[in-house]
């Protein structure tokens, strides 16, 4: 535990290091992951992300176009990208063992698929995933509507958790610690946002994404007075006002709002709040007399019949009960992917599984390839998600309207208990 927490120190870093989005409509997109250097507090370390850039780059096209992605593998290890929260075939989920197997160095794959939300997602590796991620292999994909919401500037912020050794180089030595607890906490934290400039009375976008592989932000923006108007990628029928927005590993918020003052990106689970960026003020516009509207909504299907109620039991960890799995986490007693899908259901099915934490820990629960609904307590359903954040000790039942054929797999997305066994499978025929 030597390394967690042990100081937490602010990084300023420049909104001119990120690269210009690609606009994949113009042209396909090549990724080639490749080493780079990213400063942490005038010390140069070194990571690894896509086109010589940490993030890596930002890529746009509008809703229902198709993406074209080639992945060049430039390591000496294998790799592959998932595109988390797109609902795609299959076959381009990128997920090792279920639905691909691992692009070897010097070997290409190319990745087709039309996006059909409008929203806020992200790639990133899945491959040795807590090691490459969590040293930068993943970028903002962001999906246009077509009639986007007016606002002047529309901003992506990547919250980032980076931890490093005695010396202040990226710390990629074995911890066992990580594997039992909250997993590989760093002690850096900072925010890269694609602008640092604003006015006063301007109305921003904000699309919040946390790529950090273990830590759970809890974010307060100042300066800025607007609603919460979608949670991972998925618009809220009614915008909710403005709060702490938590976000777990591979959770996204958009928020509109008018700039009051200095935005301040501020994390505040520590002792005191810590800036991670800010977006800076310069003159000032006429402030629109606009309420704020819901954006558009996303066409999904509707939860129909309950055909099939499932447990999804979070078992292990330091101070959790014995189980049966090999690694420290497990899922119903299993730790990695077992031979028999959890759940094997006809295409269109609405499935209820009810979430259980049995941990001292929290795990944000991803599933792949459908988004969900969390539900209230008479099991109505209450917001779309893709990652859902349940604390230690407690149940969340959701929603699953299965439709998608293929594979998926469902997961904790805190790589550290990803990696040691909290991981398992479902199956849409
Ligand atoms: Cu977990």
Known sequence: MMNINRRQLLIGLSAAALPQPILAAESSVILRPTRVGLSVNGRMIEMLGFNNSVPGPEIRLPQNDTLSA????????????????????????????LTQDAVIPGGSFDYRFAVPDAGTFWYHSHYLSLDQVSRGMFGPLIVEERNPPDVDQDITIQLLDILTDAEGNFDRAFHPAHYTTEGRLGDVMTAFSSSSQTRVGERLRLRLINPSVDRVFKIALQGLSGVVVALDGMPLAEPQLLSELVLAPGQRVDVIGDVEADVHVLEQSASKPLLLTKISPSGSRDERQTAFAPLPPNRLPQPGRITQSVDLVMQGGAGGKPHSGFGSWALNDVSGLPRQPIISAGRGETVLIRLRNDTAFPHGIHLHGHHFWETDESQAPTVLRDTTLVEAGESREILCVLDNPGAWLIHCHMLSHQEDGMATWLLVA
């Open 70 to 97: 080639r992945l060049e593998n430039t390591l000496e290890e294998g790799t592959m990208i998932h595109w988390h929260g797109i609902r795609l075939p299959n076959t381009m989920d990128g997920v090792n063992v």
